[in-house]
């Protein structure tokens, strides 16, 4: 049974930072690449960041750029999502997802997701 599980979420201040993990299991989580997206409220879900398979290639999305970092250790099935200088539309629930190819990006699973609210 595949599954996905992020953690890390939580409320945090404007300009502060936070980890979110997604633990995988039940598929080959080294053959796949890894993605993270992003759904702020009353808005469709987001793309934000990919990793290769090998973790040797990332893409992110304009805006997250410099602020946000994609990772992943595959020896512990787990991705990462460092995030700092966090603003308040940086407010969303974060998924994690699989993709059999790093270029279509196409996702094979889902997370459940965690929310990240950023608010004084």
């Known amino acids: 049974q595949v599954q996905l599980v992020e953690s890390g979420g939580g409320l945090v201040q404007p300009g502060g930072s936070l980890t979110l993990s997604c633990s995988a299991s039940?598929?080959?989580?080294?053959?796949?690449?890894m993605m993270w997206y992003r759904q702020a409220p009353g808005k469709e879900r987001e793309f934000i960041a990919v990793?290769?398979?090998?973790?040797?290639?990332?893409t992110y999305k304009n805006s997250v750029k410099g602020r946000f970092s994609i990772s992943r250790d595959n020896a512990k099935n787990t991705l990462y999502l460092q995030m700092s200088n966090l603003k308040p539309e940086d407010t969303a629930v974060y998924f994690c997802?699989?993709?059999?190819?790093?270029?279509?990006?196409?996702?094979?699973?889902w997370g459940q997701g965690t929310r990240v609210t950023v608010s004084s």
């Open positions: 039940g598929f080959t989580f080294n053959y796949y690449a």
């Open positions: 997802s699989a993709a059999s190819s790093f270029y279509s990006r196409t996702p094979s699973y």
């Open positions: 990793v290769s398979a090998p973790g040797d290639s990332t």
